[in-house]
Nanobody
Framework: QVQLVESGGGLVQPGGSLRLSCAAS????????MAWYRQGLGKQRELVAT???????NYADSVKGRFTISRDNVKNTVNLQMNSLKPEDTAVYFC?????????WGQGTQVTVSS
């Protein structure tokens, strides 16, 4: 079992930055592929970024060059640095941990980009 708790969401103006964090507990964090997903109002949940146990990263085209995912296997955290935010980035952001056929979700944190 893995417990995930996200933090760092909030209200930011277009062009601004936010840093989301996800704290994991309960299992061997380093073996999991970690990811950030988001779900806008009335939209399907979509993958934003992933980072493997080895540190390889992948991003959705819509956030490439603006978002950076990172992990700290000592502190058991995964972060999402979000720069140059746009109104269309507004969503609930969820942390996900996956290993083989098992996945875990956090409760989500709201990000609102608005002037």
């Amino acid at each position: 079992q893995v417990q995930l708790v996200e933090s760092g969401g909030g209200l930011v103006q277009p062009g601004g930055s936010l840093r989301l964090s996800c704290a994991a507990s309960g299992s061997i964090f380093s073996i999991y592929t970690m990811a950030w997903y988001r779900q806008g109002l009335g939209k399907q949940r979509e993958l934003v970024a992933t980072i493997t146990s080895g540190g390889s990263t992948n991003y959705a085209d819509s956030v490439k060059g603006r978002f950076t995912i990172s992990r700290d296997n000592v502190k058991n955290t995964v972060n999402l640095q979000m720069n140059s935010l746009k109104p269309e980035d507004t969503a609930v952001y969820f942390c996900n941990a996956a290993y083989q056929f098992t996945g875990y979700w956090g409760q989500g944190t709201q990000v609102t980009v608005s002037s």
